[in-house]
């Protein structure tokens, strides 16, 4: 293993379109990494600018003397501001635990007796511009021990979220974190470590996890985490939605499987056997961790309607078009989505379109509305399959939920339809050996057998699909598949692979059941199903969700999409295969182009062998051009496309273009990294304690059929 020394360099920094400069001394030595330290922002975070990515193949750049003079670049400076150079050195004897479980409130184990330390309050500030969301997430931590610590949280994020910012806060230092080629990001980090100096390892484990790693807290000190990530917000059957995550749940892992999600009781690490655990409160525990949440809506329309199902709010109407929403300090126990919903008038927001420009080219973001001509036409007959999970996350509420909304679609079936019903844990079983006709006296049989589940068991979600698809498909039917699940699973790539190679001619709608559910499986279930997503929370009335769903599928889906841009000349854009088009459920298209003028774009289809075509005005001057978060959203799912394409067919060349794309536009990924050093001094004692975590599970959820216990 290479070590490093930290060395440091002052000396004035300089700025160009807004990013920071690296100049490179004549004399530079390979295998030099760069840590840059901004200190006097705490108060000015506006001021912060940031590393260059690097670029995959070059060498690490470093600062010399008179590396400025050589330019020769008529620049001027912004500010002196410290840089830290990573130098190879000898190991010492210094040394902390390398061992990474867990989530959520921390709890140290020291002298052998297991201590709270609190992660202290968890503070989120976001807001919406049509629909492009930005949010800053502070996370608190202190060590409240006589001896330092390393602390490490694993969080949840949206799947969706272009993550671009971490900046770590120790006293009145500020770290800002830089992107980094994973495996990079993690050597600087244990050595850093080793060697006695305050650092910071924001990683990846899925989409929707990542694990914060924070070495060297020294006792008394208190330690603020930044993370700032983009998001485009969900559009369902009129109302735009913003969801928070704040727990990740307890994942089921396959047997023999180790790169799973390990879900275990406090203080219990390594009982799941998992490379990556979740440590959680017992139900007679409670951390001491609460959150805050205020989110600002610019709807550019009237706002018409707004609601939290999920949480105590309060809201302000600041004007028509714009509001403020923060969480009641009653309701700040982070065990569940925070979810808020608003519906604006005529339905869309103003502009479908946002661009942006910048020095990389045009960047769009394009949301395409169903055409109202679908409500009119019918479906044909259905074979309606519905697949319950009734594993042991399901237990209580959850599986309640998900038998009322069986229990309504089986009552909207029509004559000619036909059902099924499968239920799985550990294994996977069905009501008849062949879909039933929906006549009264079978959908009653139904009825009974729907009644008779109940919950146990691990979720082998795998036996869930191949009963599902595997079984010959009545070509006089349109074939859907409705899975009902909280999604709560490890091998979230063995499912969607199986989906994509069997699949066939059916179609796969998702229903995520619960307060804190997998939102990264059940989106890309519905995905690779060419179907959509729900989600019903455990307080919610199950039939509205059963009867949209059946609203959506009672008209055919726009399907063949194509479109033509007009005058622009349009290039990458993601998903790189259109989705087919349901009633109620806009897609975003999000790519590059070029070309200043106004056009149309025509989007072209058919639905039930009906030709339909969609025009869209694109005028650049109307569309709102500051969006500058949207190089970052067009990275972040040119990434999730790349990662698609590693579960169908996997490519020794698809890593290493999503590393290129991370760097790039410093994201994260599951191949980057971000990592911050304080070298300004070494911390006193030779040993620290590494920090397990745990945190509540999730509202509704049963802790002792989920969570593993010795």
């Given at each position: 293993m290479t070590h490093f020394k930290f060395l440091r360099a002052s000396l004035p920094i300089l700025a160009s379109r807004n990013r920071l400069k690296l100049l490179l001394s004549g004399g530079a030595v390979a295998g030099l990494f760069?840590?840059?330290?901004?200190?006097?922002?705490?108060?000015?975070?506006?001021?912060?600018?940031?590393?260059?990515?690097?670029?995959?193949?070059m060498a690490p750049s470093f600062?010399?003397?008179?590396?400025?003079?050589?330019?020769?670049?008529?620049?001027?400076?912004?500010?002196?501001?410290?840089?830290?150079?990573?130098?190879?050195?000898?190991?010492?004897?210094?040394?902390?635990?390398?061992?990474?479980?867990?989530?959520?409130?921390?709890?140290?184990?020291?002298?052998?007796?297991?201590?709270?330390?609190?992660?202290?309050?968890?503070?989120?500030?976001?807001?919406?511009?049509?629909?492009?969301?930005?949010?800053e997430v502070i996370q608190q931590f202190h060590n409240p021990y006589s001896s330092k610590i390393e602390a490490v949280y694993v969080f949840p994020l949206p799947h969706n979220a272009a993550v671009?910012?971490?900046?770590?806060?120790?006293?009145?230092?500020?770290?800002?974190?830089?992107?980094?080629?994973?495996?990079?990001?993690?050597?600087?980090?244990?050595?850093?470590?080793?060697?006695?100096?305050?650092?910071?390892?924001?990683?990846?484990?899925?989409?929707?996890?990542?694990?914060?790693?924070?070495?060297?807290?020294?006792?008394?000190?208190?330690?603020?985490?930044?993370?700032?990530?983009?998001?485009?917000?969900?559009?369902?059957?009129?109302?735009?939605?913003?969801?928070?995550?704040?727990?990740?749940?307890?994942?089921?892992n396959p047997p023999g499987s180790t790169n799973g999600i390990g879900a275990v009781a406090r203080g219990q690490r390594g009982v799941s056997r998992q490379n990556r655990e979740v440590e959680y409160l017992r139900p007679d525990e409670r951390s001491p961790h609460d959150i805050s949440l205020k989110l600002e809506v610019e709807a550019g329309v009237p706002i018409e309607q707004s609601e939290c199902r999920t949480h105590q709010v309060i809201s302000e109407a600041v004007s028509p078009s714009r509001m403020a929403v923060s969480l009641n300090p009653v309701d700040n126990l982070p065990n569940k989505d925070f979810v808020f919903r608003y519906r604006v008038a005529g339905d869309r927001i103003k502009s479908a379109l946002v661009t942006h420009r910048d020095e990389r080219g045009g960047f769009f973001s394009l949301m395409l509305y169903p055409p109202q001509e679908m409500k009119e036409l019918r479906r044909q007959p259905l074979e309606l399959v519905f697949v319950l999970d009734c594993s042991g996350s399901m237990f209580g509420r959850p599986l309640e939920q998900a038998k009322a909304a069986i229990e309504r679609g089986l009552g909207l079936l029509q004559p000619g339809d036909s059902?099924?019903?499968?239920?799985?844990?550990?294994?996977?079983?069905?009501?008849?050996?062949?879909?039933?006709?929906?006549?009264p006296e079978n959908v009653q049989r139904g009825l009974r057998y729907l009644r008779g589940v109940r919950s146990e068991g691990g979720t082998m979600m795998i036996e869930g699909i191949k009963a599902a698809l595997d079984f010959p498909h009545d070509p006089r039917r349109l074939r859907f598949v409705c899975f009902l699940t909280d999604g709560y699973i490890g091998n979230e790539i063995e499912i969607l692979g199986a989906i994509h190679q069997r699949l066939g001619a059916s179609r796969i709608f998702s229903f995520g059941i619960g307060s804190s559910v997998n939102r990264y499986l059940l989106d890309h279930m519905a995905k690779e199903g060419r179907g959509a997503v729900a989600y019903l929370g455990l307080k919610e009335n199950a039939a509205p969700i059963?009867?949209?769903?059946?609203?959506?599928?009672?008209?055919?889906?726009?399907?063949?999409?194509?479109?033509?841009?007009?005058?622009?000349?349009?290039?990458?854009?993601?998903?790189?295969?259109?989705?087919?088009?349901?009633?109620?459920?806009?897609?975003?298209?999000?790519?590059?182009?070029?070309?200043?003028?106004?056009?149309?774009?025509?989007?072209?289809?058919?639905?039930?062998?009906?030709?339909l075509q969609v025009l869209i005005p694109a005028t650049l001057r109307d569309a709102r051009?500051?969006?500058?978060?949207?190089?970052?959203?067009?990275a972040r799912m040119k990434i999730a496309d790349l990662s698609q394409q590693l579960v169908h067919a996997p490519d020794p060349g698809l890593p290493e273009a999503i590393k290129k794309v991370a760097l790039d536009y410093s994201l994260m990924s599951a191949f980057t990294a971000?990592?911050?050093?304080?070298?300004?001094?070494q911390t006193e004692g030779a040993k620290g304690t590494t920090v397990p975590?745990?945190?509540?599970?999730?509202?509704?959820?049963?802790?002792?059929?989920?969570?593993?216990?010795k």
């Open positions: 760069l840590l840059l330290l901004l200190q006097g922002c705490a108060k000015a975070p506006c001021s912060l600018t940031g590393l260059p990515a690097s670029r995959p193949g600062l010399g003397g008179d590396g400025l003079a050589r330019c020769g670049v008529p620049l001027p400076p912004v500010g002196t501001e410290e840089i830290w150079v990573v130098a190879r050195g000898d190991r010492s004897e210094t040394d902390i635990s390398d061992k990474t479980p867990g989530s959520g409130a921390l709890m140290a184990k020291i002298e052998h007796k297991e201590v709270p330390m609190p992660l202290k309050h968890t503070d989120v500030h976001a807001s919406v511009s049509g629909y492009l969301g930005s949010v671009n910012e971490f900046i770590m806060t120790i006293g009145d230092r500020r770290i800002r974190g830089i992107i980094r080629e994973r495996a990079e990001a993690e050597q600087i980090y244990q050595e850093a470590k080793r060697q006695g100096y305050v650092a910071a390892l924001l990683t990846e484990e899925r989409p929707n996890i990542f694990t914060q790693s924070v070495a060297n807290i020294e006792p008394g000190k208190e330690i603020d985490v930044t993370i700032k990530y983009f998001q485009t917000l969900d559009y369902v059957d009129g109302w735009y939605e913003f969801v928070f995550p704040m727990v990740v749940g307890p994942r089921f059902f099924q019903l499968i239920t799985f844990s550990i294994t996977a079983s069905q009501l008849g050996a062949a879909p039933l006709e929906a006549t059963m009867e949209a769903f059946f609203q959506r599928i009672s008209h055919p889906a726009m399907t063949e999409v194509a479109v033509d841009w007009g005058g622009w000349h349009v290039t990458e854009v993601f998903p790189r295969e259109l989705p087919d088009l349901f009633v109620g459920r806009p897609v975003i298209l999000t790519g590059r182009f070029a070309g200043g003028q106004d056009t149309t774009i025509r989007v072209n289809g058919n639905a039930a062998g009906r030709p051009a500051t969006h500058s978060a949207l190089p970052g959203v067009w971000f990592v911050a050093v304080d070298s300004s001094r975590v745990a945190v509540p599970v999730p509202e509704g959820v049963n802790y002792d059929t989920t969570v593993e216990e």
